[in-house]
């Protein structure tokens, strides 16, 4: 099969053919038809993720597509099936699985990370009966694979660790992929959603998102001050969608009283253990939250507020590119200029 493979951190990622993929026996082959490609595959490719313990690697954890084989002891995944599953894939068997918590699972299975990813014609997909999701025929592939990261880490963070209620001011810092979906899903569930970043292009797509105030952090002097005048005290979530110290520290000031911040955003580099301002979270009771990931069992509820056309993920794709242009954009993704989301849907 085509596969995208480095053989170092940071170094070339080449289009090349390598074996294709063979099923274990709790796992199943899925031919992929698209696939996302996600600021988290920088991050590895970069060597900033533990998870990736072995070159060469192939990168891609947002896919969508067909299962083409299957493991003996497999019993949902059947051939023909169009399916995807979340990046974070539980064991099954762990304490935290039992709990409902796959996301957090102690042997979790991340394609693109502890295993060989999706940007390839094929990928193998362990724990299966735990982790498959079953597409409804109406979901194109494109859409589904842009779900994969983004949009249901989004989704956590808002519905589940944010606790967003109607009538709440959700600030969402950082309007990439992760940041727009925030938007979405936060102006879904019926919050005032302010919207940073520092870029124009961005803010107008957070706009279309369902923003109902935006703030270019370029050129306001203080991005705190700003949320907390506009929202009258403060906003009540705030999303760290990007993962800097910056973007950190400011969406947690940015908060009201007894407020909640949640760390979506990966933190790396000189960025992986912000100084946090301790006198305002304790003195305000704040709530720091971290979100990693979302459960396979609570896609029905993304699923059904898509089909009733309350979510719209697929207004957040920018465009479609081949298996050669995506490795081109990830190697280039921290220039980040490519706002919204871009799928690869071309694997030949």
């Known amino acids: 099969m085509q596969a995208a493979l480095y053989t170092e951190f940071g170094g070339p990622i080449q289009i090349t053919t390598v074996p294709d993929p063979a099923p274990a026996p709790d796992a199943v082959v899925v031919e992929v038809k698209a ?8 991050h590895g490719w970069q060597g900033h993720d533990d998870a990736i313990t072995a070159l060469p690697h192939v990168p891609g954890h947002e896919w969508a597509g067909v299962v083409v084989a299957t493991g003996r002891d497999v019993t949902r995944g059947r051939l023909g099936d169009r399916v995807t ?9 762990c304490p935290q699985c039992l709990a409902g918590q796959q996301q957090i699972c102690d042997h979790q299975f991340q394609p693109g990370f502890t295993h060989w990813g999706s940007f390839a014609e094929y990928v193998e997909i362990k724990y299966a009966d735990e982790n498959l999701v079953r597409l409804p025929d109406e979901l ?10 983004r949009f249901i880490t989004a989704f956590r963070a808002v519905a589940d660790q944010g606790r967003v209620q109607g009538g709440d001011w959700l600030a969402v810092h950082g309007c990439g992929g992760v940041g727009l979906s925030a938007i979405m899903i936060g102006a879904a569930c019926g919050a005032q959603v ?16 369902g923003a109902t105030v935006v703030i270019n952090g370029a050129t306001t ?41 949640v760390q979506v955003g990966l933190m790396a580099g000189q960025d992986a253990e912000p100084r946090l301002p301790m006198g305002p979270i ?7 939250v971290g979100s990693h990931g979302m459960q396979a069992h609570r896609y029905p509820q993304v699923l059904a507020m898509i089909a009733a056309g ?36 071309s694997f030949g």
């Open 35 to 42: 696939n996302g490609i996600c600021r988290s595959d920088w």
């Open 85 to 93: 599953a979340p990046f974070v894939g539980g064991c099954g068997r």
């Open 140 to 149: 194109d592939f494109v859409t589904a694979a842009s779900l994969g990261c």
């Open 194 to 209: 302010i919207a940073v970043d520092i870029s124009e292009a961005a803010l107008a797509l957070a706009r279309q998102a």
């Open 221 to 261: 002097d203080d991005v705190p001050a700003a949320v907390r005048d506009i929202t009258g005290g403060g906003a009540h979530v705030s999303l760290d969608a990007l993962g800097s110290r910056v973007t950190c520290i400011n969406s947690i000031l940015n908060l009201r009283k007894q407020g909640r911040h």
């Open 282 to 288: 304790i003195a305000n009771e704040l709530e720091i």
């Open 310 to 345: 309350k979510l719209r993920p697929d207004l957040l794709i920018q465009r479609t590119v081949s298996l050669r242009e995506g490795a081109d954009i990830l190697m280039h993704m921290a220039d980040f200029s490519e706002p919204g989301v871009t799928v690869i849907d």
